[in-house]
C-alpha cells in the first residue's frame, strides 16, 4: 500500500535509501542540552526515553563531572568522543569556555568541542 499524498512522480535520488518500515514505529528523537556524562547508563537511559541528542559534557566518574557539563581540555574532548563513538546518539560536547585565551578556546575546538560553556 502507498499512503496518501505520496506522488508516483516523487524525485528519488541516486544516494537515497530506502528502508521498509513495515512493522515499526518511528518516532521524532528528543534532544537533552544538560547532560553531566558521568557514567554509561546516562546514555543508556536516555536512548530509553527517546533521547536521540545529548549536549553537555563531563570525563566520566569524577568530581568535576558531578558539579558541571563541561569536558574541559582537548585531550578529555578526544578521549570522551571515542568513549562515546559507538553509542547510537548524536552529541555535541562543550568545552570550558572560561578563559582569557583564545588559543585555549580554538584547541577544544580543534578537538571537538561543539560550544563552550561559561
Known amino acids: 500500500d502507498t499512503m496518501d499524498g505520496v506522488d508516483p512522480a516523487l ?21 537533552d542540552s544538560h547532560v553531566h556524562l558521568i557514567c554509561p547508563g546516562v ?15 563531563g570525563t566520566g566518574p ?8 563541561v569536558t574541559p581540555g582537548a585531550w578529555n574532548l578526544s578521549m570522551m568522543l571515542r568513549a562515546l563513538d559507538s553509542w547510537p546518539v548524536n552529541v555535541a560536547l562543550l568545552g570550558k569556555g572560561n578563559t582569557v585565551r583564545g588559543d585555549a578556546l580554538r584547541e577544544q575546538l580543534i578537538a571537538g568541542a ?3 560553556k561559561l
Do not use: C, D, P, R
Open 62 to 69: 569524577a568530581e568535576g563531572t558531578k558539579a558541571t557539563t
Open 11 to 31: 524525485v528519488i535520488g541516486a544516494s537515497t535509501e530506502i528502508l521498509s518500515g513495515n512493522g515499526m514505529i518511528l518516532t521524532a528523537g528528543g534532544v
Open 43 to 57: 546514555i543508556e537511559e536516555g536512548l530509553a526515553t527517546g533521547i536521540t541528542t545529548i549536549i553537555g559534557g
Open 114 to 116: 561543539s560550544g563552550f
